[in-house]
């Protein structure tokens, strides 16, 4: 079976900051990850995805999360962040077989001015 | 419209009432689901169809039925729920192919149940 554990429920960050949204996954096989956004009562976002190319994997708002399969990571990080940038944060791996995706519990990212 | 669009996006119903969400994709996809998004509990997937055939089904109690009448549109029939069926139901997309599995969801329905 397959999971995610995101290492911390909150994180909190001032405007301008380095962002780390820590994941730490469980696969038997060459995974498939994903990092997705949720704004307050919005539905999720795809952020970026990794799919066994690059392991340095680029998405949108200035977001890139790098695949470390020696310490089955796949951390969130963006240089400088942005008040627009809180919200929650969901890291996710996708199981075989049928395109199930197992969640993680989701990190809320809190920034202040 | 573009993406994946969910109606209503608030929902107040009673325990006795029979009502639907409504999801519809405008990516040309091929496979939709349906998610439970309760507060302080991971996503949890309720249904998958894909080509229009449901494949998954996570042992959902039967008061919530799936419709899935073309690749682009899938109900969710509601009916006698209770109290702790209140959440965030939402609906996503995607495609089936052999790379990548990433979904795309739409905002979701808010439903409270009294």
């Known amino acids: 079976a397959q999971s995610v554990t995101q290492l911390d429920s909150h994180v909190s960050v001032s405007e301008g900051t380095p962002v780390l949204l820590r994941c730490n996954y469980s696969s038997s096989y060459s995974p498939s990850l994903f990092w997705y956004v949720q704004h307050p009562n919005k539905g999720l976002q795809l952020l970026l995805k990794?799919?066994?190319?690059?392991?340095l994997v680029k998405g949108i708002n200035g977001f890139e999360a790098e695949f470390k399969k020696s310490e089955t990571s796949f951390h969130l990080t963006k240089p400088s962040a942005h008040m627009s940038d809180a919200a929650e944060y969901f890291c996710?791996?996708?199981?075989?077989?049928?395109?199930?995706?197992?969640f993680g519990t989701g990190t809320r990212l809190l920034v202040s001015p | 419209e573009t993406g994946v669009t969910q109606t209503p996006r608030h929902l107040v119903m009673g325990m006795t009432n029979k009502k639907s969400l409504k999801c519809e994709q405008h990516?040309?996809?091929?496979?939709m689901y349906w998610y439970k998004q309760s507060a302080k509990k991971p996503l949890e997937l309720m249904f998958v169809?894909?080509?229009?055939?449901?494949?998954e089904n996570n042992s959902v109690p039967s008061r919530f039925s799936p419709e899935c009448p073309n690749s682009s549109h899938l109900f969710l029939h509601l009916h006698t729920l209770q109290p702790e069926d209140s959440a965030l139901y939402l609906c996503a997309s995607s495609q089936q192919s052999s790379g990548g599995y990433e979904q795309y969801f739409g905002p979701g329905t808010r439903l409270t149940v009294t």
């Open positions: 169809y894909s080509l229009e055939e449901r494949v």
């Open positions: 996710v791996v996708s199981n075989t077989g049928f395109q199930k995706l197992v």
């Open positions: 990516l040309g996809h091929n496979a």
């Open positions: 990794y799919t066994s190319a690059a392991t």
